[in-house]
Each structure stands twice: as structure tokens, then as C-alpha cells.
């Protein structure tokens, strides 16, 4: 678990580090946020984020949003629209 106080503009944050690591390692099945910008603010970096964690069968659950499941198939205007 981690939780951080930072700038969703910064990719390069600790907490989202974290995070990663744990999704390449298969430690997680599931990342939860209070919203999708709290993974970043940048919306295709973000989009590319979530796709990412997708391919690695890791769910992202917002409690704004409820499940984040980008695919290039869906509609990505609805998806900006959340960030």
C-alpha cells in the first residue's frame, strides 16, 4: 500500500514508482485511488498508464469512477472526461 501527497502532472513520483514495481513483480491484482487523476493529470500518459496495468491483469478501481478499463476499443472521449 502507499499512499502520497503529489502532483499527478509528475509521473516520476515515488508513490506511483511503488506502484509499478509492484504491478511488474505480480504483487497486485488491484489499484485503488480515489480517482483517475490521482494516477496523473496528463490524460493520454495516464491512458497509456492504465492500458499498461491492463496488460499485466491488474484492475485500477476508482472511488469516483468505479472500474478504469481503457482498451483502445472504448470510448476514449468518456474516459478524458473522468481524468
Not at 514508482?17 to 487523476?37: G, H, N, Q, T
Not at 498508464?49 to 484492475?59: F, L
Request: charged fraction near 30%; aromatic fraction near 8%; hydrophobic fraction near 40%.
Amino acid at each position: 500500500m502507499t499512499a502520497e501527497q503529489g502532483s499527478g502532472l509528475d509521473f516520476n513520483r515515488k508513490g506511483l514508482k511503488e506502484v509499478i514495481e509492484a504491478v511488474e513483480a505480480e504483487r497486485v491484482d488491484i489499484v485503488l485511488a480515489k480517482s483517475v487523476c490521482r494516477i496523473g493529470r496528463d490524460v493520454y500518459k495516464t491512458m497509456e498508464c492504465v492500458e499498461w496495468m491492463n496488460q499485466y491483469g491488474v484492475k485500477l478501481i476508482t472511488a469516483d469512477n468505479g472500474e478504469v478499463n481503457f482498451k483502445p476499443a472504448n470510448d476514449t472521449i468518456g474516459f478524458m472526461m473522468t481524468v
